[in-house]
């Protein structure tokens, strides 16, 4: 049983993005043998990764609708543009949109890519917005 709660506890801590090299100390100071711990720290990296990459994925969706979408309205409208105040608030409005997607864009690839170089908590890079 007391097995069971440290590993709940180091997949915990894991998930929150703690140093793997802590985690192990934290396993093995508690009594479980260090092969144990190895494996069970590799399992909860992995999940981790996973679940980054998902998010990646996600961001990457997001940011190519949003940045595309934009890229496309801006480029079928060039030869329309009229100074008026209306169309460039518009067009504004536009561009921060685009430059947010473009902004998801680029944080889901680096999560696809590389989610181990990502060291805050699951839940904080969930509710991550546009200026964090």
Not at 49 to 69: A, H, K, M, P, S
Request: net charge neutral; hydrophobic share 45%; charged share 20%.
């Amino acid at each position: 049983m007391i097995s069971d709660q440290l590993t709940t506890e180091a997949r915990a801590k894991i998930i929150w993005g703690e140093e793997p090299a802590s985690v192990r100390d934290f396993l093995i100071s508690n009594g479980i043998p260090s092969k144990v711990a190895d494996a069970k720290i590799g399992e909860f990296v992995r999940e981790r990764n996973q679940e980054l990459r998902v998010i990646g994925v996600r961001d990457i969706l997001v940011g190519f609708v949003l940045f595309g979408t934009v890229s496309v309205a801006t480029w079928a409208c060039a030869r329309h543009f009229i100074f008026t105040s209306g169309f460039v608030k518009l067009y504004a409005g536009g561009v921060l949109v685009g430059a947010y997607g473009f902004w998801r864009l680029v944080k889901g690839i680096s999560y696809l890519v590389r989610p181990q170089a990502e060291h805050k908590s699951i839940a904080d890079i969930e509710l991550e917005g546009p200026l964090g």
